[in-house]
């Protein structure tokens, strides 16, 4: 069975720094990009960023750009989001999903259950 | 950026009714198009992958279509269980875009 487990979500004030994880079981992990995915309070889905499964490209959200870094190891099957200079607006859930098998493969085809970010002072 | 736009915003249902969804791209994302379903405080969960093909272990009363611009889910008799937020998401083009969602609710 695919599980993704992430951690790391914390009250942290503007201009702070997080790193999130996720930890993945089930599957060939370095055969599949992972990505990040957040949900702000009482609001949609917003596409973060992306690794592809050899981790030489990524992907970003002008939104987070040049403030987040995705990485993952693959000898840990661990996705991460470093995330720096944090916004009140970056509050939200955070959701680690796993890469689908069909075309592109950007879509998320197995979610976690999130972990909680909250940016205030 | 794709635009993704998603109608109705919301809608009431009684169950056993059938249900059409709509999503609209901004430009064509080929079949490139997904749908998932979220319930309240739980992650989303992947119905539909490539505009039409129904994800491992979703009842047959679920199907997508469209291709290009315009895109449907269509919910044949609508279940209990099935009043949920759905998503359109396009995956043909970066940033990858989502759009706003269609809450289904009791009628």
């Known amino acids: 069975e695919v599980q993704l487990l992430e951690s790391g979500g914390d009250l942290v004030q503007p201009g702070g720094s997080l790193r999130l994880s996720c930890a993945a079981s089930?599957?060939?992990?370095?055969?599949?990009?992972m990505s990040w995915v957040r949900q702000a309070p009482e609001k949609g889905l917003e596409w973060v960023s992306t690794l592809t499964g050899s981790g030489y490209s990524t992907y970003y959200a002008d939104s987070v750009t040049g403030r987040f870094t995705i990485s993952r190891d693959n000898s840990k099957n661990t996705l991460y989001l470093q995330m720096n200079n944090l916004r009140a607006e970056d509050t939200a859930v955070y959701y680690c999903?796993?890469?689908?098998?069909?075309?592109?493969?950007?879509?998320?085809?197995?979610w976690g259950n999130g972990t909680t970010v909250t940016v205030s002072s | 950026e794709i635009v993704m736009t998603q109608s109705p915003v919301a809608l009431s249902v009684s169950p056993g009714e059938r249900v059409t969804l709509s999503c609209r791209a901004s430009?064509?994302?080929?079949?490139?198009l997904v749908w998932y379903q979220q319930k309240r405080g739980q992650a989303p969960r992947l119905l539909i992958y490539g505009a039409s093909t129904r994800a491992t272990g979703v009842p047959v009363r679920f199907s997508g279509s469209g291709s290009g611009t315009d895109f449907t889910l269509t919910i044949s008799s609508l279940q209990p269980e099935d009043f949920a937020v759905y998503y359109c998401q396009q995956h043909d083009i970066w940033p990858l875009t989502f759009g706003g969602g269609t809450k289904v609710e009791i009628k």
């Open positions: 999903a796993k890469g689908g098998s069909f075309q592109s493969s950007y879509y998320m085809d197995v």
């Open positions: 089930g599957f060939i992990f370095n055969s599949y990009a």
């Open positions: 430009q064509s994302v080929k079949s490139y």
